[in-house]
C-alpha cells in the first residue's frame, strides 16, 4: 500500500495540473457541448418507398420530381385552375403567341444558388425561350391556351457532383424540400433512389410491374407501395393497412376503333345503354375530371336494356356482330362483364326483332347477334384492335385536343366529327377562360351524343403501408 501512496503521490506532483484540468474539460463538454451536438444531431424517420415502372435521372417519377423541385406554375387541386408559383405572374403578347413570365426574387437552387431566369429551360420543341434580368418570354408558333398549366412541370437542373477520387457522379438539384442524397443505377435504370428532407429520409426502390413491387413488400424490402391497382392476397395479412382512393385524373372506358363500319352511332348507344356501370363517386360520365373548371354532368348512360334492344335493331348490322374485346390482365374481369351484357343485348334483340310488326324480313334478325371473344395482353396495340378497354389519364387542363381530334396521331379511336374538331380547336386557342368553358362543356355534349367510347369509371387505387 505504502509503495502506490508513492507512486499517487510522484504522479500528482509532476501531472497533477494536467489532471485537473482533463477533468474539468471533461466535466464541460459532457455537460455543455454534447447536450449542444445532440439537439443539432437529429435522427430522421426512414421511410423505404416501391414504385412500378422503369425510370432514370433525367425521367423521374412524378412524385420524386414534385419533392425535388416545383415549377412557374401549379395546379390548384380543388378545382385545377393554374396559379403562379416560382412566377410571380404571366402575361399574353402577341395575340396569345407569346408568355411572359415575371420570376420571383430571392428563390435559390438547394445548393444556394439564386434562379435567375437563365435557369428556366423545358427543352420545348418548336417553343423559342428568351431570358430577360426578370422574366422568361416563351413564343409559340400559335395560340395554345393551356400552355400555363405545362410549366407547372418541375424545374430541375442536371449537374454532377464529386464522387470516388477524381470521378464525377450526375446529380439532380431543385428547389423544393427535399434533395437528392444518393442513387444506384443498373443498365441506365435506377434500382435505388434516396431523398433528404427536413425530417425524413425516403429511400425509393423500382420494380417492373405490380406483381414485383407486391413480393417486394412481402419480403420486406420497401414498407410502402402507393398507387397498386390490385393489393391481391396482400390485403388479408394482418397488420398491414390499406387505404383506397378514387384518381379523379384516371378512367376506365371502353374504345371503339371507329374506323370500322360496324360502329355506327347506333351500335355504339345500344352497347353504351347495355353496359352495366357502378354508381356514385366512383361512375365517369365522360373523360372530363369532376372537379374540374371546365366539367358538365350530361348524359349518364344508366343501364337501359329495352332501350339498347331498340337502338340495336332500329338499325341492323347486315351480319351477326362478332365483336374482338381487348384488355389488360388489371381489367380481365370487368371485361367478362361486358362480355355477358353485350351478349345479352344480342339475346334480347333477336327475341325483340322476331316480335316486332316493323320488321318485315325476319331473317335480318340473327344480325343483331352478339359474340365476343375476350384478348387479354399487358401491351395492347393501339393500332390494331376492335374494342379496347382500358385506362386513360386525364390532363390537368381541360385540353384533350391530342385524344379527340381527328388529325392527331394520338386519336387511337380514330373518331371524326367535325364539330368536335371545331370546339377542340377554340378550347385551346381562346385564352378567356369563361369562353374555353363553354367550349369543353360543348365538346362534352357532343362526346356523350355521339360516343367514341363508354365510359364506365374512375379508376381506384390502393396505398399499403406496414403497420
Request: glycine share 4%; net charge negative.
Amino acid at each position: 500500500m505504502r509503495k502506490i501512496y508513492w507512486y499517487i503521490t510522484a504522479y500528482t506532483r509532476k501531472h497533477g495540473l494536467t489532471f485537473l484540468f482533463s477533468v474539468i474539460a471533461g466535466i464541460v463538454i459532457f455537460s455543455v457541448l454534447v447536450p449542444i451536438l445532440a439537439k443539432k444531431i437529429t435522427i430522421k424517420d426512414k421511410q423505404f418507398i416501391g414504385l412500378v415502372g422503369e425510370f432514370n435521372l433525367k425521367n423521374l417519377p412524378q412524385v420524386v420530381k414534385q419533392q425535388l423541385s416545383v415549377g412557374l406554375t401549379k395546379i390548384d387541386q380543388t378545382d385545377k385552375t393554374v396559379q403562379p408559383l416560382l412566377a410571380e405572374r404571366w402575361v399574353t403578347e402577341n395575340n396569345g403567341k407569346t408568355y411572359r413570365f415575371i420570376i420571383k426574387k430571392n428563390v435559390s437552387w438547394t445548393d444556394g444558388k439564386e434562379l435567375t431566369p437563365d435557369d428556366i429551360n423545358y427543352n420545348f420543341n418548336d417553343v423559342e425561350t428568351i431570358s430577360t434580368p426578370n422574366d422568361v418570354l416563351f413564343k409559340l408558333p400559335d395560340k395554345f391556351a393551356p400552355f400555363p398549366a405545362v410549366v407547372s412541370e418541375p424545374i430541375l437542373r442536371h449537374t454532377s457532383k464529386s464522387a470516388f477520387l477524381f470521378l464525377k457522379k450526375p446529380d439532380v438539384i431543385g428547389m423544393g424540400p427535399y434533395t437528392l442524397s444518393s442513387y444506384e443505377q443498373k443498365n441506365n435504370k435506377l434500382e435505388e433512389l434516396i431523398l433528404d428532407g427536413p425530417d425524413n429520409r425516403i429511400t425509393y426502390r423500382f420494380y417492373l410491374t405490380e406483381q414485383d413491387a407486391l413480393l417486394a413488400f412481402k419480403k420486406g424490402e420497401v414498407d410502402f407501395l402507393p398507387d397498386i391497382t390490385d393489393p391481391r392476397d396482400v390485403k388479408d395479412w394482418k397488420q398491414i393497412e390499406i387505404k383506397e382512393r378514387i384518381n379523379y385524373d384516371q378512367y376506365l372506358a371502353v374504345f371503339f376503333n371507329n374506323e370500322n363500319p360496324l360502329f355506327n352511332k347506333n351500335v355504339r348507344q345500344a352497347l353504351a345503354y347495355a353496359t352495366h356501370k357502378p354508381t356514385g363517386k366512383e361512375r365517369a360520365v365522360g373523360p372530363f375530371n369532376p372537379f374540374s373548371w371546365a366539367y358538365l354532368e350530361g348524359k349518364d348512360y344508366a343501364y337501359d336494356l329495352d332501350r339498347a334492344v331498340e337502338r340495336l335493331i332500329d338499325g341492323l348490322p347486315p351480319e351477326p356482330i362478332q365483336l374482338s374485346l381487348t384488355t389488360t390482365t388489371s381489367f380481365e374481369q370487368e371485361a367478362e362483364k361486358i362480355k355477358q351484357d353485350w351478349q345479352a343485348l344480342g339475346d334480347s334483340a333477336v327475341i325483340a326483332c322476331e316480335n316486332s310488326e316493323d320488321i318485315e324480313n325476319k331473317d335480318l334478325c340473327q344480325n343483331a347477334m352478339i359474340s365476343v371473344d375476350i384478348k387479354i395482353t399487358n401491351f395492347p396495340d393501339l393500332h390494331n384492335f376492335e374494342v379496347l378497354l382500358i385506362g386513360q389519364e386525364i390532363p390537368d387542363d381541360p385540353d384533350q385536343y391530342f385524344m379527340w381530334h381527328s388529325d392527331q396521331a394520338t386519336n387511337f379511336t380514330n373518331y371524326k366529327n367535325t364539330r368536335v374538331d371545331s370546339l377542340l380547336e377554340k378550347g385551346r386557342q381562346t385564352l378567356d377562360q369563361q369562353e374555353r368553358k363553354t367550349a369543353y362543356q360543348e365538346l362534352q355534349q357532343f362526346l356523350l351524343e355521339d360516343p367514341p367510347a363508354i365510359f364506365l369509371k374512375y379508376l381506384k387505387s390502393y396505398d399499403i403501408f406496414r403497420e
